[in-house]
């Protein structure tokens, strides 16, 4: 570890060594290249929120059973919480900012480096809290399904002013992603939308019941939501999720449903545009994080200015790329993944020409993105690791 650090109040800021790796992630793959200008804002993405430290078993027959001992077979390490967002954001080459707050033990070192060195992300907004201990939570991946085990302190002040208020005045984006909670405003969303932020939003499960879209009162500040299909269901009383996605249209410009196994449903209510697009089938290794995958590739899409139904499908295949890797954060795709898979499916003998043409808004992006392969070596991803100490794996 080299980073020094510098009192900032009650936090820590810490500050590295300049590495840049948004800068050069940026200047070799950048979806919004053409859609840049001088008077645009210095990010593209704008996140707040907690960062665990994910420990992530996979290769398990079936779920632990009471009083055994189980062995996995694979084991990784990685970011998580927000940092799953954050880092598929960035992979995708979109300029993210963070505000967090890290414990300041050796989990907390270990996630700040990852996400600031390893991926590029801005963590100027971020704190690391000094004496606070890292919220760890532990996943077990069998049978498609993941259980979790989660631990942490309770956050003090300082922490809860950087991952619950968030900045007094959040740094100037184009996009924001938020995680609403049922009965809480989060003013920095106002503030945010009120400068030309467009919010995209996403909830958890209501755990009091209520599934009240009155409790969600900063969604009348977001352009778009994305919740689940059961949980779209619930807050709107309709019997299917299609009809879901069509009531939450009175509530916010743009609902996107995701349907499992079955992909996912989008209405625009400006446009009067809607699309659904089938899941990409695969064989998942571990699906932490893959609706978090799923946004980031839905809000680089968006940005970009891309046909509703491209966006529904590429964020699909973002997230049917990532559960193939370990962890949430660091098995998110960059575009060296994408155009591997690209490559790949056009080699396999029967492939249905329908399935190929849902993705062949990806032949004109893929040049102009990635340079010839014989010109430069492919792009790194780092990868989850079982020891935290080993930094990158081989």
Do not use: K
């Not at 966006?311 to 660091?330: C, I, N």
């Not at 993105?369 to 079982?386: D, G, I, K, S």
């Amino acid at each position: 570890m080299t980073a020094s650090t510098a009192s900032t109040g009650e936090g820590h800021h810490r500050h590295t060594g300049q590495t840049d790796g948004r800068s050069r992630r940026a200047a070799r793959v950048d979806p919004l290249a053409a859609r840049r200008g001088p008077e645009d804002p210095p990010w593209d993405v704008y996140l707040t929120g907690t960062v665990f430290l994910d420990i992530i078993f996979t290769g398990l027959d079936s779920a632990p059973v009471r009083g055994t001992e189980s062995w996995a077979r694979g084991m990784g390490s990685s970011p998580g919480g927000v940092a799953n967002m954050a880092t598929a954001l960035a992979r995708l080459g979109l300029r993210t900012s963070l505000a967090a707050a890290f414990g300041d033990d050796h989990y907390g070192e270990y996630c700040w480096d990852a996400l600031e060195q390893g991926e590029g992300i801005d963590l100027t907004p971020s704190r690391s809290i000094p004496g606070w201990h890292s919220p760890v939570t532990v996943s077990m991946a069998y049978e498609g399904e993941r259980t979790m085990v989660s631990h942490g302190h309770e956050p003090p002040p300082a922490a809860a002013l950087v991952q619950d208020s968030a900045p007094e005045h959040p740094p100037h984006a184009r996009a924001a992603v938020a995680s609403l909670t049922p009965g809480r405003r989060a003013p920095w969303i106002e503030r945010a939308a009120a400068r030309g932020t467009r919010i995209f939003a996403d909830v958890g499960w209501d755990d009091t019941g209520a599934w009240d879209l009155a409790g969600l009162a900063d969604l009348a500040h977001c352009e778009a939501f994305l919740p689940n299909a059961q949980e779209a269901m619930r807050y709107t009383g309709a019997t299917c999720p299609r009809a879901a996605a069509h009531a939450l249209t009175e509530y916010v410009p743009l609902a996107v449903v995701t349907l499992g196994a079955e992909g996912a449903y989008a209405v625009d209510r400006r446009s009067g545009e809607s699309a659904e697009v089938p899941a990409i089938a695969v064989e998942a290794l571990d699906p932490t994080g893959a609706g978090d995958v799923f946004v980031a590739g839905f809000v680089t899409g968006t940005l970009a200015g891309w046909p509703l139904a491209d966006r529904l499908a590429f964020a699909g295949l973002t997230a049917a790329l990532s559960v193939q890797e370990f962890g949430g954060s660091l098995s998110a795709p960059g575009w060296s993944e994408i155009a591997a898979w690209w490559r790949r499916v056009h080699s396999v003998e029967g492939q249905d020409p329908g399935a190929l043409h849902r993705y062949a808004f990806l032949d004109g992006l893929l040049p102009a993105l990635l340079p010839a392969p014989e010109e430069t070596a492919p792009w790194p991803l780092r990868r989850a690791v079982p020891t935290i100490g080993f930094g990158r794996s081989a």
